[in-house]
């Protein structure tokens, strides 16, 4: 916690924000005194067909874990994404799809979503799915994705939705585990210039003696290439909407029906399928929206994650659509065809708020200035980040460069397991300091336990923990009922377990430390390692480092940092020197690294999370058994990181 510079909340940003701090803390105390009033209110934000009496039925008591909201409501998904915006907004710009190429991008407007989200509800109940029936979505980053997604919602089918850039094998395992009917894909996806054959992977996928759920697969044309084709199964999108109405009547779902299910990175382990329902999914996404990125009307939202990943769900489709926003989906990557893309796009689209990933803001800053070559940025007015811990210098180049100094950031904290952003600030509320998550959200009862699951108060470092339910948790993990109490309600008896580690300053502030697992344990003194890597990557010719923990004779755990640098710097031994000096001087003697690796890549999962379990075997030279390494981006990393272990 070096960085303890306040960022107050701009005064013009205050003026017409939708919450000040009192407000927050009125609110949030309401939250918390009684929730049953609370989200009885609060679930107002979304439409009912049949309202709610029922408001909070939970229990995180060890064999009775029970997890239920608005219990008895009705409600559809679409409808509240679409129809009840077409009173007022059936001509606003819903989508704004940017192509990876950037000469191509297209706007829909309301009233053309709703009428191709209709068209495919009954082109998918013309191919005999039907509510309950799983659908598994692997489709690069178009319109369709997120029509596709709209649709199932709408008949009640539940969809579950496979990153397109995972490999045949992957995609075959989570087919099989959740049983899905109806595979939707696209002929090829493009991504930085490359081409992704995605209908050759659900070919080879589906080729796989274990799969035998899916009886049809639609193809999206994105490419007009030539694709396989097996007759009888495969079906054309544009053929199965070609004479389908424009109109189709939202199925009326209970609060708690499945609404999808979706696999985590699989960071720490074999991906779990997290399965998430109707309405207090919804009401939790919407809100959070609305709040967390002080949703006004004439904004232009842009998240920059894959709909394959959790924050694609909330808050780039169904968080975005259920306020009536308008939401930005990127085909391509932030750095392609230059360093400025993602600059351009904010330019190019007027973008007001803006929400991307600690790796891609690290990317960029790596970059200098090219990151922003010929852009003015100046239509943003808030920027968010999620996915890991973001540094206090990757946070600080954000909100100078990108942000031009004034722009807001809410560092949001979340997990596919919790639906929705549970930890952040609200930009007109929360005054901000570099790498803090800040407050928690309405309803959010975080805590800080030991290893024993004693509460600390106060400052306090530990296992962060939830103390209540709030609408968007996790129902289960689909398939398997007992592994879902065993790894969020058994460490901790009565409170839910996230895994990662937090620190709570003097303000109450909380800052992630990074995962539990991931611990340093260094002559008694617990470091996270979010705190040495901070330290690395804030020397200015670093640009990404990860930090394991490697067994030592005299203090018990010594530590292994690997250490990219930026663009044009080169590795030596009066570097490693100044580099080893320079965390002495930021945190302190104990947490000096015993070793440092150069190298050029990180291991990454797919949604550009570190994998620190495989850099800590690659470090013991433990490696003949990696783990789950199936949702890697570039599994030749490891083998290099390896190579160069051997070699050093
Ligand atoms: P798996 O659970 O399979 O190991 P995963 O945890 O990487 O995979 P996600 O649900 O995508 O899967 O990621 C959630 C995790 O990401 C959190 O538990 C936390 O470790 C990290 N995280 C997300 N946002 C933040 C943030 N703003 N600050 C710090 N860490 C974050
Ligand atoms: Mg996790």
Redesign the pocket.
Known sequence: MSDTKLYPVPAEFAQNSLLNDSAYQAMYKHSINDPEAFWREQGQIVDWIKPYSQVKNTSFQPGSIDIKWFQDGKLNVSANCLDRHLKDNANKTAIIWEGDNPADSEKLTYQDVYEKVCQFSNALKAQGIKKGDVVCLYMPMIPEAAIAMLACTRIGAVHTIVFAGFSAGALAERINNCGAKLVITADEGVRAGRIIRLKDCVDKALAKPQVTSVNNVIVFARTKADIAWHEGRDLWWHDVVKDQPSECEPEAMNAEDPLFILY??????K??GVLHTTGGYLVYATMTFKYVFDHQDSDVFWCTADVG??TGHSYLVYGPLANAATTVLFEGVPNYPDTARMSQVIDKHQVTTLYTAPTAIRALMAKGDDAIAGTKRTSLRLMG??????NPEAWRWYYNTIGNSSTPIV???????TGGILITPLPGATALKPGS?TRPFFGISPALVDNEGNLLEGENEGNLVILDSWPGQMRGIYGDESRFEEAYFSTFPNMYC???GAKRDADGYYW?T??VDDVLNVSGHRMGTAEIESALVSHSKIAEAAVVGVPHDIKGQGIYAYVTLNAGEKADDALEAEVKQWVRNEIGAIATPDTLHWTQALPK?R?G?IMRRILRKIATNDTDSLGDTSTLADPSVVDTLIAEKQNA
Do not use: L
Request: proline fraction near 6%; glycine fraction near 16%.
């Open positions: 985590t990175s699989g960071s720490t382990g991906p779990k990943w959790i980040s999620v996915g890991e811990p973001i560092d949001t904290w979340w997990q596919t397991e998550a996230t895994g990662d992630i990074g995962r999962t949604s999370k």
